[in-house]
T-cell receptor, first 114, second 113 residues
Framework: DSGVTQTPKHLITATGQRVTLRCSPRSGDLSVYWYQQSLDQGLQFLIQYYNGEERAKGNILERFSAQQFPDLHSELNLSSLELGDSALYFC?????????????FGQGTRLTVV | DQQVKQNSPSLSVQEGRISILNCDYTNSMFDYFLWYKKYPAEGPTFLISISSIKDKNEDGRFTVFLNKSAKHLSLHIVPSQPGDSAVYFCAASGAGTASKLTFGTGTRLQVTL
């Protein structure tokens, strides 16, 4: 158990809909990262938050947005969903000081868009 | 622009032998390198890391080697065990405030009996 909790584990929704994925980081971790893994491919970085503020942005579509709340949990919002958005979405968290710190991953949310 | 590359999508090794997984990177600003192991339907699990000030780090059966001049790192698993069968991701991070991890595409290791 990594200590990172993601809900829900599975999500099936229709095209055009909007969903929210939730992540609770490990206790004490200030950084939260979101990654997307499509079709058994590599992990694509989407976005990072550090203590409530956006820290780095990757290949995140404009239809996607995220935020980190004062209690440090994070949500990833995906809207106007398309079939190609079907993927595994992972959240990871790391320790307080950005830099040399490994990230610990949650179990992921499998999103299926039909 | 793939800054971290794992050119071998798969690798098959006999139990007891050495597994060598390779990773190349292009960004000279990367300062910290990690290996993650991933089983199907699970999140990646941190395995071992190395800072750019070192050229080797060992943890039990796992050793990571870093060649900064060649921008290359490798993970050695000795001896390989069937339970090591998984997808291995190489990741890299720069120092400083934007410490996001950039991942390679992964190498699927199969350890056969």
């Amino acid at each position: 158990d990594s200590g990172v909790t993601q809900t829900p584990k599975h999500l099936i929704t229709a095209t055009g809909q909007r969903v929210t994925l939730r992540c609770s980081p490990r206790s004490g971790d200030l950084s939260v990262y979101w990654y997307q893994q499509s079709l058994d491919q590599g992990l694509q970085f989407l976005i990072q938050y550090y203590n409530g503020e956006e820290r780095a942005k990757g290949n995140i579509l404009e239809r996607f947005s995220a935020q980190q709340f004062p209690d440090l949990h994070s949500e990833l919002n995906l809207s106007s969903l398309e079939l190609g958005d079907s993927a595994l979405y992972f959240c990871a968290s790391s320790g307080g000081i950005p830099g040399f710190s490994e990230a610990f991953f949650g179990q992921g949310t499998r999103l299926t868009v039909v | 622009d793939q800054q971290v590359k794992q050119n071998s999508p798969s690798l098959s090794v006999q139990e007891g032998r050495i597994s060598i997984l390779n990773c190349d990177y292009t960004n000279s600003m990367f300062d910290y390198f990690l290996w993650y192991k991933k089983y199907p339907a699970e999140g990646p699990t941190f395995l071992i890391s190395i800072s750019s000030i070192k050229d080797k780090n060992e943890d039990g059966r796992f050793t990571v080697f870093l060649n900064k001049s060649a921008k290359h790192l490798s993970l050695h698993i000795v001896p390989s065990q069937p339970g090591d069968s998984a997808v291995y991701f190489c990741a890299a991070s720069g120092a400083g405030t934007a410490s996001k991890l950039t991942f390679g595409t992964g190498t699927r290791l199969q350890v056969t009996l």
